[in-house]
């Protein structure tokens, strides 16, 4: 059975970083393509980062560019969201999903305020 547990979400203040972390079971996060997506309430979707199968190649949201970062533990069969310099319009829900938003976990909550 396929599960994804995502946890690391805080209330944080403009400028701090959370590491946001998404356990996987039922299937290996390295042979598959991993997505962190965010979505506010009355706001769209969207896809902030993603990582390919096998390989270290990523990509980010315009929005996220330069201070997020995806990555995974293959060990440990988990995927990160590491969010640095942090600022109001990041505070949303973030879900990890494999493969699409059909599969993800149920979210962790980002706020960020002062």
């Known amino acids: 059975q396929v599960q994804l547990v995502e946890s690391g979400g805080a209330l944080v203040q403009p400028g701090g970083s959370l590491r946001l972390s998404c356990a996987a079971s039922g299937f290996t996060v390295s042979s598959n393509f991993m997505i962190w997506y965010r979505q506010a309430p009355g706001q769209e979707r969207e896809r902030v980062a993603w990582?390919?199968?096998?390989?270290?190649?990523?990509n980010y949201a315009d929005s996220v560019k330069g201070r997020f970062t995806i990555s995974r533990d293959n060990a440990k069969n988990t995927l990160y969201l590491q969010m640095n310099r942090l600022n109001p319009n990041d505070t949303s829900m973030y879900y990890c999903?494999?493969?699409?938003?059909?599969?993800r976990g149920q979210g962790t909550q980002v706020t960020v305020s002062s």
């Open positions: 990582i390919i199968p096998f390989g270290d190649v990523t």
């Open positions: 999903a494999r493969g699409s938003w059909t599969t």
